[in-house]
């Protein structure tokens, strides 16, 4: 979950790789560190934000065209400056930074030491350089790239790596397993990076490492292998997103943006694949196996986070609309108990980045045991993307802020059109069904909009009221309960308030014992199927003197009169609700977290991308 930028070319490198780890900075922010070389191999690392790192090298003529760079989200060691990358071998020759963790660390750290080898720091990623450095110093006819490469076999576990060695200072070698890696391809200039964030700016050049594969980079050339040395040829992609995208706009934080960028992202991802005239939706990256999905035996979903709310909404989409079975999996639980799973079965994974390491070992383990395998994902080139059997993109752009806010949205949409094509062909909608249903779903992104124009400054206060309250409830039934579980989380992720989401019904079978004067309890009534069971767990909820606070419809006075706070919002068809609920509860936490002064962006222990296990 860490982020890693490399540059070689004529820039100075510094000032690209302190601008690329910025961008970087949502995939980690415990530590940042930098090395280059310029006739030495110097670096600069330390506990901390980007922005102290930056602060360091203002008064430093450290400098150089050749160099790496690396913000950290800590797995082995705790945050400070000792484990903070790069890491140097014992000579001082070879530096590294990693993405991953490397599981045999205790062993080869044990084998190296007994050899004489000195560490320095608590973390798995030493003993990559220092074993790189081992095995080139004890054969002298072998060179550093078949150094690397030999490493690389005694690893166990996941990297994204990338090596320099002051000896050789035309070349940065890098190396992916199971964390993200892409190379950009500029003028006389090459470009390393986690994620295509840090390289827009500069090229939309890149080619996409595979798990397995090495690359030997220099200013204007690259070379990529196997790690057993076989030479690939690998297709080069254009880059999709622009740098606007990935700059706040004016707004205080990317995830206040992100948020009230949702009518153009659920837009977006409608676009060309919804016909309101004809009531018809095409989902072109399912279509050559959309008989294969008609005719599964059941659907299974699985993702983490938000994306497993998502996918808690879709269970209930492909149930109604599609009458078609589904079980909703946690992707980090998934492969832990031998999932029964295989073919006539259909594994659709969720992930907003495509590279999230349990998600990706749930999606292998369905796709080895013969089923076939789908992926809803926001970034293009990602790993689910190339490794799925086919999928959605979400289209949603891309979201820096660590709390997801538009990418479950987005995540919803593409699961509403899945269930209505699904539905469609199964002869489950019928056309006029179909046209009500693609008519009502076209005009969400206007009823987004109104709420985030009516409602802003009325959460606003609203989170005043309520910024120091120690506990939250969070209460919906049916489509809503997965949205009470996200309001939840969302509250939790950003301002560090404890919150709990309970379908409903399940409140009286313990939570109830919780509530009292000092607990605010949010009530999402705003589907009419369960209003009146809604209406009566709010009446259970005033005998016991909570505050409550309801999401509702305009046309509700039962539950306007029983609530001591109202949040209206437009009316929709149940299924399509969670898409308006959401928002309130998105600008809610978001407002609590910045009166509790929290770093809303960048919130303590998470990271945007959770590549590791």
């Excluded at 469609?424 to 779903?441: A, C, D, P, S, V």
């Excluded at 400054?457 to 997965?482: C, D, Q, W």
Aim: charged share 25%; net charge negative; hydrophobic share 40%.
């Amino acid at each position: 979950m860490c982020g890693i930028v490399g540059y070689i070319g004529h820039r100075d490198a510094s000032t690209v790789l302190i601008k690329g780890l910025k961008r970087l900075e949502y995939r980690g922010y415990d530590s940042a560190g930098i090395a280059l070389i310029n006739g030495e191999l110097a670096y600069r690392k330390g506990k901390g934000k980007v922005a102290n790192l930056e602060r360091v090298l203002k008064n430093d003529s450290l400098s150089g065209k050749l160099g790496i760079g690396h913000t950290r989200w800590a797995t082995h060691g705790e945050p400070n400056d000792i484990n903070s990358h790069p890491h140097l071998s014992e000579s001082g020759n070879v530096a590294v930074v990693h993405n991953g963790i490397i599981e045999n660390y205790t062993t080869l750290k044990k084998q190296l030491t007994e050899r004489g080898r000195v560490f320095q720091s608590q973390t798995d990623t030493e003993v990559v350089c220092q074993l790189i450095e081992e095995i080139y110093h004890s054969s002298p006819n072998i060179t550093f790239e078949q150094a690397i490469r030999l490493a690389l076999k005694q690893i166990v576990g996941t990297y994204g790596l990338a090596i320099i060695h002051k000896e050789i200072p035309d070349t940065i070698f890098i190396a992916r397993k199971g964390s993200p890696l892409l190379l950009g391809i500029g003028d006389n200039e090459m470009f390393i990076a986690s994620d295509a964030s840090p390289i827009v700016e500069y090229t939309k050049r890149v080619v996409y490492l595979d798990d397995g594969e090495i690359a030997i980079v220099t200013k204007n050339s690259y070379r990529v292998k196997t790690i057993d040395d076989v030479p690939l040829t690998k297709e080069v992609h254009e880059l999709a997103i622009s740098l606007d995208a990935i700059e706040k706009a004016g707004y205080p934080h990317f995830m206040l943006k992100e948020i009230f960028e949702q009518p153009r992202s659920i837009s977006d991802c409608m676009r060309g694949r919804i016909n309101p005239e004809n009531g018809t939706v095409l989902l072109g990256g399912i279509e050559d196996i959309i008989d294969k999905l008609v005719n599964a035996r059941r659907i299974i979903i699985a993702a983490c986070g938000t994306s497993w709310h998502s996918a808690l909404v879709g269970e209930y989409l492909f149930e109604q609309l599609a009458k078609t079975p589904v079980e909703v999996e946690y992707a980090s639980e998934f492969r832990y108990r031998d999932p029964l799973i295989g073919k006539g079965d259909v594994l659709l994974v969720i992930s907003q980045s495509g590279e999230t390491a349990d998600t990706l070992a749930a999606l292998r383990e369905a796709r080895n045991k013969g089923a076939l395998v789908l992926g809803i994902c926001n970034v293009v080139g990602s790993t689910i993307a190339r490794e799925t059997d086919a999928g959605v993109y979400t289209h949603a752009g891309p979201e820096i802020g660590v709390a997801s806010t538009k990418a479950f949205t987005a995540q919803v949409i593409v699961l509403i059109m899945m269930a209505l094509e699904l539905g469609q062909r199964k002869g489950i909608l019928t056309r006029q069904k179909m046209k009500e249903y693609i008519i009502e779903l076209s005009r969400i992104p206007s009823k987004v909009e109104y709420i985030l124009e009516h409602i802003d400054e009325e959460i606003k206060n609203l989170a005043a009221l309520f910024t120091y309250a120690p506990n939250f409830l969070y209460l919906g039934r049916s489509y809503n309960f997965p949205v009470a579980l996200e309001g939840a989380l969302k509250l939790k992720e950003i301002s560090y308030i404890h919150a709990e989401g309970y379908p409903a019904a399940e409140m009286k079978h313990g939570p109830i014992a919780l509530i009292d004067e000092m607990m605010p309890v949010v009530v999402i009534a705003a589907t009419d199927h369960t209003n009146d069971k809604m209406i009566s767990n709010i009446e259970e909820v005033k005998a016991r003197k909570g505050r409550i606070i309801s999401i509702m419809n305009d046309d509700n006075p039962e539950v306007k009169k029983l609530s001591e706070f109202c949040i209206s919002i437009p009316s929709t068809l149940d299924c399509f609700s969670p898409l308006l609920t959401v928002i309130p509860l998105q600008l809610l936490s978001y407002y609590i977290a910045v009166n509790r002064g929290c770093n809303v962006d960048q919130p303590r222990n998470l990271a945007k991308s959770v590549t590791v296990e």
